[in-house]
């Protein structure tokens, strides 16, 4: 089917389909505890600073509708902002506490 047949929708639902099966991957490999080339919570902080910035732009500089500065904050988006701060503390809390295998100068 070409892409430009796919309404808004259809996009919306097939990202969401592949950022479950994404998330129930992970949880597999968390749950299996397998070795990681990444030290553990390095890519949950690098996800929540993405949400930090995605929703301080969408909050604060490009607020939806006319005129921009009739709308208000509601208290979903202070939720979400602290939902993606406290991802992003775990995030580096987690990833501090394993010590990463340094190589020898000049190694890639």
């Known amino acids: 089917m070409p892409p430009e ?3 808004r929708s259809e996009i919306v639902a097939a990202v969401g389909g592949i950022l479950l ?3 129930i991957f992970l949880t597999y490999i968390i749950l299996r505890d397998h070795e990681l080339s990444w ?3 390095e890519v949950t902080a690098v996800v929540g600073i993405t949400a930090i910035g995605l929703f301080f732009y969408h909050g604060m500089l490009d607020r939806p509708g006319e ?3 009739q ?3 509601g208290i ?3 939720g979400m902002m602290l939902g993606a701060l406290l991802i992003f503390g775990d995030g580096a809390l987690r990833s501090s506490q394993v010590e990463r295998r340094r190589k020898p100068p000049g190694v890639l």
Do not use: E, K, N, Y
Request: charged share 5%.
């Open 71 to 73: 709308i208000s904050l």
């Open 67 to 69: 005129p921009s500065g």
């Open 76 to 78: 979903g988006w202070f």
């Open 39 to 41: 030290p553990r919570g």
């Open 21 to 23: 099966a994404l998330a």
């Open 5 to 7: 047949l796919l309404s």
